[in-house]
């Protein structure tokens, strides 16, 4: 990705990476609850996402002011498939932490995928 904003200083973007670092094990609690409530993980995983669909929707409407795609369908088909599995992976990371939410904790669920993150996050930048 472009840095368009380079003229902000790193101590703006570490500090709001630090505050949305507090909204994971907040969502796992809240997921992971959920879960218990209706009896399953996938169901409660769906209801997040659906939730957090709405919010972008919103969002969306807010900042762009519109739902209309710049991009033509030309270009959308040079995009590799690779890149739309963000999704897929977004919703492996919030019901992997439902599951584990109830036999590690809290604490322990953030800890060990924070770990699997930042092997990750190594591995990718080298």
């Given at each position: 990705?472009?840095?368009?904003?380079?003229?902000?200083?790193?101590?703006f973007w570490l500090l709001?990476?630090?505050?949305?670092?507090?909204?994971?094990?907040i969502q796992t609690t809240?997921?992971?609850?959920?879960?218990?409530?209706?009896?399953?993980?996938?169901?409660a995983s769906l209801i997040?996402?659906?939730?957090?669909?709405?919010?972008?929707?919103?969002?969306?409407?807010?900042?762009?002011?519109?739902?209309?795609?710049?991009?033509?369908?030309?270009?959308?088909?040079?995009?590799?498939?690779?890149?739309?599995?963000?999704?897929?992976?977004?919703?492996?990371?919030?019901?992997?932490?439902?599951?584990?939410?109830?036999?590690?904790?809290?604490?322990?669920?953030?800890?060990?995928?924070?770990?699997?993150?930042?092997?990750?996050?190594?591995?990718?930048?080298?």
């Amino acid at each position: 990705p472009v840095n368009r904003h380079k003229n902000t200083p790193i101590v703006f973007w570490l500090l709001i990476g630090f505050v949305f670092g507090f909204a994971p094990p907040i969502q796992t609690t809240i997921n992971s609850t959920l879960a218990q409530h209706t009896h399953s993980s996938i169901f409660a995983s769906l209801i997040s996402f659906s939730v957090g669909t709405i919010a972008l929707f919103i969002l969306t409407l807010v900042f762009n002011r519109s739902l209309k795609i710049s991009s033509t369908h030309k270009t959308l088909g040079k995009i590799k498939s690779i890149y739309f599995i963000g999704g897929i992976l977004g919703m492996a990371f919030v019901t992997s932490n439902i599951i584990l939410m109830p036999f590690l904790g809290a604490a322990l669920t953030t800890i060990i995928a924070m770990m699997g993150q930042m092997i990750m996050g190594i591995i990718i930048d080298h």
